[in-house]
């Protein structure tokens, strides 16, 4: 059976480079579909009529939603080459943990960093470095959040990396300084080629958040 994949995607989502990264890791070719969120295509409605958002994965016309579902249907499918999740099924429940920890809190809690204003900015910047101080204590002593080798919580996390300087320069803080364990382990990652290659500059990523700033009437 042909393996054709495609991944209807856009360019700055964090949730998108989730798939990028673990797309590269296991070495699948696959068409890479930009879409325009103010103009969705008809190919995106009918492959996630649920909730209309990108990244979706299609396998052979089938399409799979939401980026941590898809990651691990990436990790089953292929699942003869550089394994994502643990094997032992404790481990994977943390993992899985995790990575739904990075969904609800840093993404959320990171958007208010760039968007408010006053004191609902900084109640935002406290609990978005206390978020990575607490994932800096679940990393501990290892390389990465799945041990020696990258692994499904890293590739949950590490998309968000690419929007720091955003942070930084619209919140006036310096994760370095508050995280410096976190940004260590981001570099770490960014050494590795699938990562890099799969992540858009952070100076990008600013320019863009830059325009939407605009757009909103956000300054």
Known sequence: ??????????????????????LAEKGIKYEYKE???????????QMN???????????????????LIAVQYIDEVWSDRSPLLPSDP???????????YVDKKIYEVGRNVWTKKGEEQEAAKKEFIDALKLLEEQLGDK?????????????????????FKAYEVFGNLNI????????????????????????????????????????????
């Open 143 to 163: 390389t990465y959040f799945g041990g020696e080798k990258l692994g499904y919580v890293d590739i949950a996390l590490i998309p968000f990396y690419t929007w």
């Open 90 to 100: 404790y481990q994977r429940a943390q993992a899985r943990f995790w990575a739904d």
């Open 176 to 219: 370095e300084k508050e995280c410096p364990k976190f940004i260590a382990w981001a570099k770490r990652c960014m050494q590795i080629e699938n990562v890099s290659r799969s992540l858009p500059d952070q100076h990008k990523v600013y320019e863009f958040i830059v325009e939407i700033r605009k757009r909103f009437g956000i300054e």
């Open 1 to 22: 059976m042909a393996n054709e994949v495609v991944l209807l995607d856009f360019w700055p989502s964090p949730f998108g480079m989730r798939l990028r990264i673990a």
């Open 35 to 45: 879409e325009d969120l103010r103009n969705k295509s008809p190919l995106l409605l």
């Open 49 to 67: 009529p649920v909730h209309k958002k990108i990244p979706v994965l299609i396998h052979n016309g089938k399409p799979v939603c939401e980026s």
